[in-house]
């Protein structure tokens, strides 16, 4: 079974300053990790996936996500805050066989930019 | 590519009714995917499907019921509607696994259909 945590439901960053949205995950078999975004009244879009490949993963608009098997974490960031970054934001799991594929998400951050 | 498309966007049913939530897609993935998303609880699965004809019960599936005759449609019926029904459904699909080989994982989403019963 997997499951993730984000720490944080609500979080606010000045415009160009550094954006941290946190991510814990328990799993049992080794995972896959993704990161989504959910703009207002739209559906998710994928920023970006972890799959075994390069622990360090980049993404679209800017972002990235480090995956550390040590402290189960997959926390994404972005180095400069854009406007257009604000939205929700959603942090999900996988196992990689038969049975074990469901996405499980988190309960979301949302990302709120300061002028 | 129209990717997954969901009919219709919104809707009002009173307690009781009866609707059917279309999702259709053009990916030829074999995961299909129902579901929920409430305020601050994230997104809950309720049905899935890993190819036609194969469907199973997700997280909520209590007061739905799914087909999958084909791969490209995975429509969700609500039978006898509650308020505790009111949500937003979102349909997903992905490539999955097939023949024992994972295709892929990443879960392509539909547009959502907002849905309120009173």
């Known amino acids: 079974a997997q499951s993730v945590t984000q720490l944080g439901s609500h979080v606010s960053v000045s415009e160009g300053a550094l954006v941290l949205l946190r991510c814990n995950y328990s799993?049992?078999?080794?995972?896959?990790l993704f990161w989504y975004v959910q703009y207002p009244n739209q559906g998710l879009q994928l920023l970006l996936k972890y799959t075994s490949a390069a622990t360090l993963v980049k993404g679209i608009n800017g972002f990235e996500a480090e995956f550390k098997k040590s402290e189960t974490s997959f926390h994404l960031t972005k180095p400069s805050a854009h406007m257009s970054d604000a939205a929700e934001y959603f942090c999900?799991?996988?196992?990689?066989?038969?049975?074990?594929?469901?996405?499980?998400f988190g309960t979301g951050t949302r990302l709120t930019i300061i002028p | 590519n129209a990717g997954v498309t969901q009919t219709p966007k919104f809707r009002i049913l009173k307690i009781g009714q009866s609707m059917t939530l279309q999702c259709a897609q053009d990916m030829n993935h074999n995961y299909m995917y129902w579901y929920r998303q409430d305020p601050g609880m994230g997104l809950k699965l309720i049905y899935y499907s890993v190819g036609a004809g194969i469907t199973d019960k997700g997280e909520v599936p209590n007061g739905y019921n799914v087909s999958r005759s084909t791969t490209e449609d995975f429509p969700l019926r609500l039978e006898l509607a509650a308020p505790s029904q009111t949500s937003v459904y979102f349909c997903?699909?992905?490539?999955?696994?097939?023949?024992?080989?994972?295709?892929?994982?990443?879960?392509?989403f539909g547009p959502g259909t907002r849905l309120t019963v009173t």
């Open positions: 999900a799991v996988t196992g990689r066989d038969f049975g074990n594929e469901k996405l499980t």
């Open positions: 997903a699909s992905s490539g999955g696994i097939a023949g024992g080989r994972s295709l892929d994982y990443e879960q392509y």
């Open positions: 799993s049992s078999v080794p995972p896959y």
